[in-house]
């Protein structure tokens, strides 16, 4: 049974309240994949606009590619050797793009881990879901890597720029058929999805028809990918005839064209999505299930989604003027919301390594061992139920499209245990590889996020304001501190005392003292319920 969903009637105009740790905390989860302690103190001096502004314009150049760490004595990659990337050098043999688009997965998992300080990769992500293939149906690890990168570079550009580039991408021809869609044989796949998913949506507002996928169909006619697996256009398998759309685009002839000219059919069927109010409604109702919540009733659709699609439009479909009416207004920042999402699998390994400073060896001098450690959190997250590059379908993962449930189904009787052991792992052991240890360091972690480790209740103040965006009874806090770091005791001097020797002298004894109580509070901390939202 789905919980009660929660609304509210504030809308875009501008936030007044004061800029807390909360607040900037809220931000920082919804924009990243995580927010770590130093992030948090930074954007809270440069206040709201100030931070809004810096997230939304990336400065940080694009990541590296991905470097072949997949050569063994029996499999080995004739192009590119170890250490190298092998995104300029296409090939067809199955088991090489195996091996890639395992490696592309390990490579994606550290750019999330490393991500810039932006909402670069949020979005990245958000787009990688909205256009949703799986690399495994693309088979092509390039198609794959450079279907990423173009979602990377339109991100926070302009949407229909986007659109276009999506259209002839060779990944998603591949996915979709495109590449197979000829005057003969038309293939109605993408016609469908770039109607359906991709732009004006299947609310129950939108009424196009069967028709209008065949006509859609027949004007994608004669894309191809060439040998040097790049897409391109050709004119012999181009159906040339007029393409008539129903009364919905109000009937709307586009016409047959010859030559090269028939690539330009593309560019009209593109406008006349476009047109439609539509289309602007149901990419802002996306963003908004995507940074706010799932729920949108009457007064969000009215005072939230149609003004944003009307920024949307009157911006000729820019994407960063709405988003950032909707990070600036109050309705993003009313209680209801803070704390409201229920994370997903990647939300929840990749915030718990930023929150908690989880180190990882270089990506690029240390890459065998880097990519390995990848691996590992790549594996957590498909054991979530959330395969990177590898959504279910062409609609993406569930939880963000299947009503009445939507983030709710990242949680079930299987995958909430799951996340439980992966939080407990990483404090208790972690993963080793080579003697470099990649876990949790507890000791560390609480000098760098709290002002006064010593003091067992700022400490537990500091540990609660990060991790946990709801807020818990203070008795459940005292209760924690009394059990866990005052073994039982009633005076704040057993844990003051405890912390204070270790930095005084740090051997053996001391630390485990110290570290076991702080390994125990953590993980109880990240085992609360609470803990899965965000």
């Known amino acids: 049974m789905p919980l009660s969903p929660l609304s509210s ?3 875009l105009e501008p ?15 919804r924009l990243l994949f995580g927010a770590k302690q130093s992030e948090i103190q930074y954007f809270l001096a440069k206040g709201l606009n100030a931070s809004i502004d810096e997230l939304l314009n990336p400065s940080a150049v694009i990541p590296a590619p991905p470097l072949n760490d997949y050569n063994t004595a029996t499999v080995i990659d004739p192009a590119v050797p170890l ?8 090939t067809g043999d ?3 793009n195996s091996l890639r688009r395992t490696n592309f997965k390990k490579w994606l998992t550290g750019v999330l881990i490393h991500q810039d300080i932006s909402i670069r990769e949020k979005l990245t992500l958000f787009w990688a879901n909205h256009f949703g293939t799986e690399a495994d149906t693309i088979s092509n690890a390039n198609y794959v890597y450079h279907h990423h990168a173009t979602l990377r570079t339109h991100s926070i550009g302009n949407f229909k720029t986007m659109v276009k580039a999506i259209t002839i991408d060779p990944g998603m021809l591949r996915y979709l058929n495109g590449y197979l869609n000829t005057a003969s044989a038309p293939d109605e796949n993408y016609g469908r999805e770039l ?6 949506g299947k609310d129950n507002a939108v009424q196009y028809s069967e028709s ?3 006509a859609a169909a027949r004007v994608l006619t004669g894309w191809r990918i060439n040998a040097s697996y790049m897409s391109y256009f050709d004119a012999t398998r181009h159906d040339t005839g007029n393409k008539q759309f129903s009364s919905y685009y109000n009937n709307k002839v586009i016409a047959g064209k010859s030559g090269q000219a028939g690539a330009t059919e593309t560019d009209e069927l593109i406008d006349m999505l476009f047109e439609k109010t539509d289309m602007a409604k149901y990419i802002c109702r996306r963003l908004y299930r995507w940074f706010v919540y799932y729920y949108i009733d009457e007064t969000v659709e009215k005072n939230i989604i149609t003004p944003l699609a009307e920024i949307f439009k009157s911006t000729n479909f820019d994407i960063k003027p709405v988003l950032t009416a909707l990070f600036k207004s109050a309705h993003f920042y009313d209680s209801v919301y803070i704390g409201c999402q229920i994370k997903s699998p990647i939300d929840h390994v990749i915030g718990t390594l930023r929150k908690t400073n989880v180190v990882f060896p270089n990506s690029i001098s240390d890459y065998a061992d880097a990519y390995l450690h990848f691996n590992n959190m790549t594996g957590q997250l498909t ?3 959330q395969n990177l590059a590898d959504p279910p379908n062409v609609a993406g993962w569930p939880a963000y499209y299947q009503s009445p449930e939507y983030h709710e189904l990242w949680i079930n009787a299987d995958t909430l245990p799951k996340r439980n052991k992966f939080t407990d792992l990483m404090l208790e052991t972690g993963y080793t590889r080579n003697g470099r240890k990649v876990s949790i360091q507890a000791i560390p972690f609480a000098q760098a996020i709290s002002s006064n480790p010593a003091d067992p209740n700022q400490l537990v103040k500091d540990l609660f ?5 709801t807020e818990v009874d203070q008795s459940i806090k005292d209760n924690l501190k009394k059990q866990i770091l005052l073994s039982g005791q009633t005076s704040d001097y057993y844990w003051t005392d405890a912390w204070n020797s270790y930095q005084s002298n740090q051997n053996t004894i001391n630390f485990n003292l110290v570290n076991t109580r702080l390994k125990a509070l953590i993980k109880y901390i990240m085992n609360l319920p609470d803990y899965q939202l965000s």
């Open 212 to 214: 209008d996928v065949k």
């Open 465 to 469: 304001e990060l991790l946990i965006s």
């Open 195 to 200: 109607q359906e998913l991709f732009t004006v």
């Open 383 to 385: 054991n979530l139920g």
């Open 15 to 29: 936030f007044q309240g004061t800029w807390t740790k909360q607040t900037t905390t809220h931000l920082l989860n």
């Open 83 to 90: 250490g190298a990337t092998w995104i300029n050098h296409p």
């Open 94 to 96: 199955g088991t090489i």
């Open 9 to 11: 009637s504030l809308g």
